[in-house]
């Protein structure tokens, strides 16, 4: 069946906080339609809970500039870091334009937490711990009393090109019985804002739509990606039948992390202790499990009325109705805790203006790379970054839709490394479950050479190379564990290349940490 075929200035794919705020922007210009998987507003933005991270002053930009440097290990790009921590400050201005409110002292000023890796108490927090909740949901407000058009329920099949550029894109849409129907969306620009990949871990604090749909179709279209080894896990995560992200800010307020035993243990690990890096913070808690057969860490938040005069669902009464409905007083006990996949550093590699390697498409958002988050991402960056790159992007759609020259940018300082094959598969012959369980036993927060060969050897076998032909017809789920399947081969494939550790990537064969980390982005052949 030939798709029906609608054609707009811009199509932007993705409703999280970079995709409403590209559309916002760019809407201003030129027609453009939202393409959302989920409902309007309901992708993995909606579930941060800790803040955005956004300078008090022009002092503070250099401080957080510095921060972010520092727990990226290496490996930030500090062109992109100083200009994302500079324009905190205007987008959190625009943010406030459209409706978003955020938390006040007694005095009316922002009331400011601190999370790890932070010098200073610098993170905007909405409703306590409901911030990327309620962000979502004064854009989602805006994008319906824009003009643009919006298709939710929207699966995002593969990008069209057209002569090496990007043209639009085919969707899945849904009619009025639930069924798919093939929808084709032709437009001067793509902007891709589809998250991240969580799903490819068993245990992982992304929603379910998390399976990395953006990036296999940048990769399909010949857009590189880089850095994809490098996945950010978080380390509280309750442990209970329905896990949730137990938020940095937490551990900002006080909380400390005991061992099964009862042991505070990361004092002895880092001076900063619990407001150490994510990654530190990581493997440690996993460590810690470990010792003691399994059982979960315990993250102790029993002291915080004393330290701040405030009850625990005072201060995060989203976390605390949670906890209630697992049987938990944080309060009167301990959070049960483990790590678990949380957020992609890696993604679509762009510039600071999100273009790609392939013209037309541009890129923002957890699925990009840009370079700000290195190694390991801060604390509350990432929806900064969302915020920053996403209205960036429509600038510069805007400003190549007006003539501006519009040559994709080189990388001249990345590590280059072309694989063989087509476009990708569009079948899968691991089960999901399977797959899920081998990425996050083999490439999760411990690597080592022999567990990616296992991973590998899973993901690829010889029967099944990486150049498998297009299924036409595919339904969703047959498209999500394609994708599934195409980034967890790359992402083992950037894991092995880095035999070497560096932030949130940690190779149990190679512990030494290289003087001068290069990015390395993996582009297919033609």
């Known amino acids: 069946?030939?798709?029906?075929?609608?054609?707009?200035?811009?199509?932007?794919?993705?409703?999280?906080i970079a995709g409403m705020t590209a559309a916002l922007d760019v809407a201003r210009s030129g027609s453009v339609v939202l393409a959302t998987k989920t409902a309007l507003g309901d992708g993995s933005s909606r579930w941060a809970q800790g803040g955005i991270a956004v300078a008090a002053d022009a002092d503070d930009v250099a401080a957080h500039?510095?921060?972010?440097?520092?727990?990226?290990?290496?490996?930030?790009?500090?062109?992109?870091?100083?200009?994302?921590?500079?324009?905190?400050?205007?987008?959190l201005r625009a943010l406030l334009g459209r409706g978003a409110q955020f938390d006040r002292d007694a005095g009316g000023s922002f009331s400011l937490g601190l999370e790890a890796a932070h010098s200073r108490p610098?993170?905007?927090?909405?409703?306590?711990?409901?911030?990327?909740?309620?962000?979502t949901a004064a854009l989602a407000a805006a994008v319906r009393r824009s003009g643009v058009a919006v298709h939710e329920e929207a699966f995002l099949a593969g990008l069209v090109v057209r002569g090496n550029r990007v043209v639009g894109a085919d969707l899945l849409l849904r009619d009025a019985r639930g069924a798919d129907v093939p929808h084709r969306v032709?437009?001067?620009?793509?902007?891709?804002?589809?998250?991240?990949?969580?799903?490819?871990?068993?245990?992982?604090?992304?929603?379910?739509?998390?399976?990395?749909?953006?990036?296999?179709?940048?990769?399909?279209?010949?857009?590189?990606?880089a850095d994809l080894e490098m996945v950010q896990f978080h380390p509280t995560v309750?442990?209970?039948?329905?896990?949730?992200l137990v938020s940095e800010a937490v551990r900002g307020d006080g909380a400390v992390l005991l061992d099964a035993a009862g042991h505070r243990f990361m004092p002895a690990i880092d001076p900063r202790a619990e407001l150490a890096p994510r990654d530190v913070v990581a493997r440690a808690t996993a460590r810690a499990v470990a010792a003691h057969g399994g059982s979960p860490a315990l993250l102790d938040a029993t002291g915080l009325r004393a330290r701040t005069g405030r009850g625990f669902a005072e201060r995060f009464p989203g976390i605390a109705a949670l906890c209630a409905a697992a049987g938990i007083d944080p309060d009167r006990e301990p959070v049960p805790v483990t790590p678990a996949a949380h957020y992609l550093m890696g993604g679509v590699r762009t510039d600071a203006r999100g273009r790609t390697g392939v013209p037309g498409l541009w890129a923002a958002g957890e699925v990009a790379c840009t370079g700000v988050h290195g190694a390991n991402r801060l604390a509350s960056n990432s929806l900064l970054?969302?915020?920053?790159?996403?209205s960036r992007v429509a600038a510069d759609v805007a400003a190549v839709a007006a003539g501006a020259d519009a040559a994709p940018p080189v990388f001249a300082d990345d590590e280059v490394v072309e694989l063989p094959g087509g476009a990708g598969a569009l079948a899968s012959h691991v089960a999901r479950r399977d797959l899920r369980a081998a990425v996050w036993e083999h490439a999760g927060l411990f690597r080592d050479a022999a567990g990616l060969q296992v991973a590998a050897k899973l993901l690829t076998p010889e029967e099944h190379p990486l150049d498998l032909a297009d299924a036409p017809g595919a339904d969703r789920r047959a498209h999500e564990?394609?994708?599934?399947?195409?980034?967890?081969?790359?992402l083992v494939t950037a894991a092995t290349l880095r035999a070497e550790s560096l932030g949130a990537h940690h190779r149990q064969d190679h512990p030494e940490t290289p003087g001068a980390p290069r990015r390395r982005t993996l582009r297919r052949t033609a």
């Open 1 to 16: 069946m030939n798709p029906a075929v609608t054609s707009c200035d811009v199509l932007v794919v993705g409703a999280g």
């Open 65 to 91: 500039a510095a921060d972010t440097l520092a727990a990226g290990a290496g490996l930030c790009d500090p062109a992109a870091v100083q200009a994302v921590c500079a324009a905190g400050p205007a987008a």
């Open 122 to 135: 610098r993170i905007l927090h909405a409703g306590g711990d409901r911030t990327g909740a309620a962000v």
């Open 186 to 225: 032709e437009a001067g620009a793509v902007v891709l804002a589809t998250g991240g990949a969580g799903q490819l871990f068993s245990r992982t604090t992304n929603p379910a739509v998390a399976t990395g749909d953006g990036l296999a179709a940048a990769w399909r279209a010949g857009a590189g990606l």
């Open 238 to 244: 309750a442990a209970v039948d329905e896990p949730f």
């Open 385 to 390: 970054e969302a915020l920053v790159t996403g």
């Open 481 to 490: 564990d394609a994708n599934l399947l195409l980034v967890a081969r790359l």
